[in-house]
């Protein structure tokens, strides 16, 4: 089955600079990549998403990349701001629909 | 949209009881779907409902549990005989009809369980 793995576990960066969040996947045939925020306490959120067909999202602050052939994807967080603060995981969804996620990486923005 | 809520917010019990969760989807949405998440893990599917019919139950669902969603609007989670490995957050989430690449998930704010 699909097996994303996600690192790094731990990121810390000063406010205003970039974080970057790098995950890969197992099954080939995957086809759809969304990214989730988790607030302490709260539930993930879907903050944005990417298909196979396109290599590049953006979304205001926020991108993700895909290399389908490498079986790598990213997310770029630019200008980072004390609210980025959470942990952020990656997902791919399995053959039979289900989503896989990674374990998720904690960002810390530093003042 | 009020979004899907889920009670108890926290649960402690002891060893051996019996637990029940609560979770009311988005009023619109027939798909509604349970998750267990662990420290420093990222959640796992357990079960899902399309309407009151339960459509797949994961490995990870053993006999302590069951899950119900008997008109086809709120579910319950129960966990019989609760032991210290069942210590977790459990999330629902509930989408419209349709796989999570066409019909994304909106996700609770989990009932945290820990068992003493």
């Known amino acids: 089955g699909e097996n994303v793995e996600q690192h790094p576990s731990t990121l810390s960066v000063q406010e205003g600079d970039s974080a970057v969040i790098k995950c890969t996947y197992s099954?080939?045939?995957?086809?759809?990549f969304p990214w989730y925020k988790q607030e302490l306490g709260k539930g993930p959120q879907l903050i944005i998403d990417?298909?196979?067909?396109?290599g590049e999202k953006k979304d205001q602050r926020i991108a993700v990349t895909l290399n389908k052939t490498a079986k790598h994807f990213s997310l770029h967080i630019t200008e980072t701001q004390p609210e980025d603060s959470a942990v952020y995981f990656c997902a791919a969804i399995s053959r039979d629909d289900k989503i896989i996620f990674g374990k998720g990486t904690r960002l810390h923005i530093l003042p | 949209d009020t979004g899907v809520s889920q009670n108890p917010r926290h649960k402690i019990t002891k060893r051996g009881q019996n637990v029940t969760f609560r979770c009311d989807p988005i009023?619109?949405?027939?798909?509604l779907y349970w998750y267990r998440q662990t420290l420093g893990q990222g959640p796992e599917f357990l079960t899902y409902f399309q309407n009151e019919a339960q459509l797949e139950k994961s490995r990870l669902l053993s006999d302590r549990f069951s899950a119900e969603r008997p008109k086809g609007s709120f579910s319950t989670l129960e966990i019989q005989r609760t032991e210290q490995g069942d210590s977790a957050m459990y999330l629902c989430a509930s989408s419209r009809q349709g796989g999570p690449q066409n019909q994304p998930q909106h996700f609770g704010d989990g009932t945290r369980l820990s068992i003493l």
């Open positions: 990417i298909r196979s067909n396109v």
């Open positions: 099954d080939s045939a995957s086809n759809y």
């Open positions: 009023s619109e949405h027939n798909r």
